[in-house]
């Protein structure tokens, strides 16, 4: 077999000894290598950078929130809006595509996360999202029961016993147990409007996804939750009974967002919660439930349906499906974990 005349052959190189034309020829083909390698990531970037602002444009616009030049404020919504569908590289090259811009433009950068009110924002994120890839712990159903049947209640009749639930606590119900069930990603939850839900009389709900992490065309999907058998903890019925709830105290149809903030302790606010405060309502009524809050975020929802699923012996083609995972390699990670206990072969071996 010939040897290969490659750069780094001493043979090859020794051909270009005496020959200084030719070494001026090789010179010149890895100079122009070079160049072209350095424009084709430059470019790369730049078309990065494009799509970047454009999704930051378009969600400025839709939020109502100016984007050149933008408030430090917005850009910390922005990448609270879009913590769950991004990696922590492309959240970076986001705050880095919106920093050039407005220097391009003349304009001190609202994006700096190495001080100022981004700061803190910045810090819990890479917090949150680095204790969700080391492994939140999922919420299974026990653990859901327990925390719902710690949720705030009152008196109707202002000196009786305690037994229904508030208005917040009407809320929250609903929002666990669809985030739960439907295993949605944070930014799902919160984006559901009143044109996303579809009750289906005797099955449950149908509940429309618009946007999500797994589908990058945007042709949205739609997920169906069935009625549970308990009707403390039944999903179609919390998400009823919220919504009427909501009606009563708007004194009106209640239409667009869904899981809405409160203003002036259970006065219903005109928009929806924001994604971070998911995990801010899960981490308060895991404590009220006895559990430890730290130890939870918004994902433990999705992490927890599909770990119990498989626990439980549902068909993983199936359970993959419903929250949309796109790699079998991230899916596998729940199947491994969930059946660690599963035909154990520790178990009754006479200790």
């Known amino acids: 077999m010939g040897t ?12 270009f000894q005496g020959n200084p034309e030719r070494l001026q020829e090789l010179r010149a083909s890895l100079g122009r290598l070079e160049e072209f390698a350095s424009n084709a990531r430059a470019e790369n970037t730049i078309r990065a950078y494009a799509a970047d602002l454009e999704d930051f444009r378009h ?10 030049p933008a408030e430090p404020k917005t850009v910390g919504l922005y990448l609270g809006a879009r913590a769950d569908d991004l990696s922590l590289a492309t959240l970076e090259r986001r705050l880095a595509a919106i920093a050039s811009l407005h220097k391009e433009e003349g304009y001190e950068s609202p994006a700096s996360v190495a001080e100022g009110p981004l700061r803190k924002i910045w810090k819990g994120l890479v917090r949150e999202k680095t204790r969700r890839q080391d492994g939140a712990p999922p919420l299974l159903v026990e653990d859901l029961r327990a925390i719902i049947e710690h949720l705030p209640r009152y008196s109707p009749t202002g000196d009786g016993p305690t037994g229904e639930l508030t208005l917040t606590s009407l809320r929250d119900r609903a929002l ?19 044109e996303d839900v579809k009750f289906i009389e005797g099955e449950g709900v149908n509940i429309y996804i618009r946007q999500s992490k797994a589908d990058q065309e945007a042709e949205g999907l739609v997920k169906g939750l069935p009625y549970g058998s308990s009707k403390e903890t039944c999903p179609v019925t919390a998400l009823r009974q919220w919504l009427q709830a909501a009606e009563r105290q708007l004194g009106g149809r209640l239409e667009g967002d869904i899981f809405r903030r409160f203003y002036r302790g259970e006065s219903i606010g005109p928009s929806a919660m924001t994604a971070q405060y998911v995990s801010t309502v899960l981490k308060r009524h895991a404590e009220a439930a006895g559990f430890d809050p730290e130890q939870y975020s918004a994902h433990s929802l999705r992490a927890g349906f599909i770990t119990q699923a498989i626990r439980v012996g549902k068909p993983e083609r199936r359970v993959k499906e419903h929250p949309s ?6 899916f596998n990670r729940y199947v491994e974990e969930a059946g660690t206990f599963r035909d154990n072969p520790a178990e009754d071996i006479g200790l």
Do not use: Q
């Open 4 to 15: 290969s005349r490659s750069g780094g052959d001493p043979e090859a190189l020794e051909d």
């Open 59 to 68: 969600w400025c616009k839709k939020i109502g929130r100016e984007w050149l």
């Open 176 to 194: 666990l147990l669809v985030g739960w069930t439907g295993a949605l990603r944070r930014s799902e939850l919160v984006a559901l409007t009143t």
């Open 325 to 330: 995972h796109s790699s079998w390699e991230t």
